[in-house]
């Protein structure tokens, strides 16, 4: 539906949809991360290069989820626009309006700095001092204080609590024909104090989880628009912290795949309520999504030469990601439901070498199980083996190996690891390797035998 404006009311200026806001903010913010100079460790940077694929798996590389043995080619990150597709603009028809005090080019201050100013960091057990996280997570009393931040301006909340009680019944609590709400609006702004407003007003009338045509709710909106305050404050109002979109995308879903540690701090802080293992529509777990994006962020990177000060800022964000979410309990078992894949599997499938490495530092006490996993009878190691031309395929197999792969084992085609190896002299080298290891497999076990 649209809102009627009376006869009278002429607006200075038209307001866009959801899908524009965050789109002019993503080029503004891509523009001043344009310097190559280093990032603070604690600054939650933006999409400097979107993601090639979306959550829900729609990228190319990722479609067909079964192992497949493709050359080597990384390729730069494509630019990735939110909201794709957002068909309609029933807010341009008129202005909304907002306290003085705010301009459209407004920023909330940074969730994480406000943190390491105000709260103790949470200590984290890590197998390696270098695994550790520049985002740790709270503890619950901290989350219970994270409510309004310590950048909620009261006089800018109370003028714009009396705006959204004197603004019109239908335009402050209604939907448009994009089933954006005013919350939407200001929640993609990032207008803080609001869309705590407005947040209030519709939580009143029990419309705090109203979705827009792709089924986002504000709480996924402000993850998109990378608003961590927001998402506090909308979990402190009681959002439904588990809602998904159409693709079952939640929360934490869109937090891992677009490397937010800030938003994905703020929505940990509030366990057990949140669903680490929740499944999106192509069965994957947040973590295989961090991981999946981490990927090809990594790729992003290689392809321009190591020397992308942003792309290098945003890998080390979602391997925290990837960090955060295994310390918060997720599971390195989970195996995604298409092709059983582990975050192993999708690791090394893509020759990520900095996750592997990171994966196999976690002292597991069932590690060589989890390295001998199978997806659709291929283990990790049979993956590795296939990633011909990978400038990391040797270590990659090695790091394998020295966690307890076994080059025996035969996936559905009855191929051992060394049987799908690239031809040429490398690939011999690689395969006496494995059969090296192999044999000396062999000969343990049966001391093992002879032992019993």
């Known amino acids: 539906m649209h809102f009627d404006k009376s006869p009278k009311e002429k607006p200075c200026c038209t307001l866009p949809t959801v899908k524009k806001l965050l789109e002019e903010k993503r080029r503004r913010e891509t523009s001043s991360t344009a310097s190559t100079s280093p990032v ?21 590389s990722y479609s067909d989820m079964a192992v497949s043995y493709e050359q080597w080619t990384p390729a730069p990150e494509p630019t990735l626009s939110y909201y794709t597709g957002h068909p309609g603009s029933s807010y341009a028809a008129y202005s909304l309006p907002v306290p003085s005090e705010y301009g459209t080019q407004q920023q909330v201050p940074v969730f994480g700095d406000a943190l390491s100013q105000t709260y103790q960091e949470c200590p984290m057990t890590v197998a390696d001092p270098s695994m550790a996280s520049p985002w740790p997570l709270l503890g619950p009393s901290q989350a219970t204080q994270l409510s309004f931040g310590s950048s909620m301006d009261a006089n800018k909340l109370e003028e714009a609590r009396m705006l959204l009680s004197g603004m019109d019944y239908t335009r402050a609590t209604g939907q448009d024909e994009d089933g954006d709400t005013i919350l939407h609006i200001y929640t993609a702004k990032g207008l803080r104090e609001c869309a705590f407003a407005a947040a209030e007003t519709l939580r009143g009338l029990g419309r705090l989880d109203a979705k827009e045509h792709k089924g986002k709710t504000a ?14 404050d909308l979990l402190s109002l009681g959002t ?35 669903n680490l293992e929740a499944r999106n529509f192509e069965g994957m777990t947040p973590l295989h999504c961090a991981a999946i994006s981490h990927s090809v962020t990594m790729k992003a990177l290689l392809s321009s030469g190591m020397a992308d000060v942003s792309l290098q800022t945003k890998a080390a964000e979602k391997l925290s990601c990837v ?20 975050v192993l599997h999708l690791a090394v499938k893509e020759g990520n070498i900095d996750l592997v490495r990171y994966l196999l530092r976690i002292p597991l006490p069932n590690m060589k199980d989890f390295v001998n996993m199978k997806a659709h009878g291929h283990t990790a190691l049979h993956m590795a083996a296939g990633l011909h031309g990978n400038p990391h395929q040797e270590e990659i197999l090695r790091l394998l190996l020295s966690r307890g792969a ?10 051992q690891p060394a049987h799908l190896l690239q031809s040429g002299l490398q690939g011999e080298q690689l ?14 076990n049966m001391s093992l035998q002879d032992q019993e």
């Not at 996924?220 to 998402?231: F, G, K």
């Not at 076994?406 to 191929?415: F, G, Q």
């Open 406 to 415: 076994d080059p025996s084992i035969r996936n559905l085609e009855n191929d």
């Open 431 to 444: 395969k006496l390797m494995l059969k090296k290891r192999n044999a000396s497999s062999r000969r343990r």
């Open 240 to 274: 439904d912290i588990n809602a998904c979109d159409v693709k079952g995308q939640t929360a934490l879903h869109l937090a891992a795949h677009y490397g937010f540690p800030g938003v994905l701090q703020a929505i940990l802080s509030n366990r057990p309520a949140v």
């Open 219 to 232: 709480l996924l909106v402000a993850v998109t628009a990378n608003q961590p305050e927001i998402v506090q």
């Open 323 to 342: 960090h955060m979410l295994l310390n918060a309990g997720a599971t390195l078992l989970s195996q995604e439901i298409k092709s059983n894949k582990t």
């Open 40 to 60: 603070p460790p604690n600054t939650v940077t933006q999409l400097s290069s979107s993601e090639l694929f979306t959550c829900s798996g729609a990228s190319s």
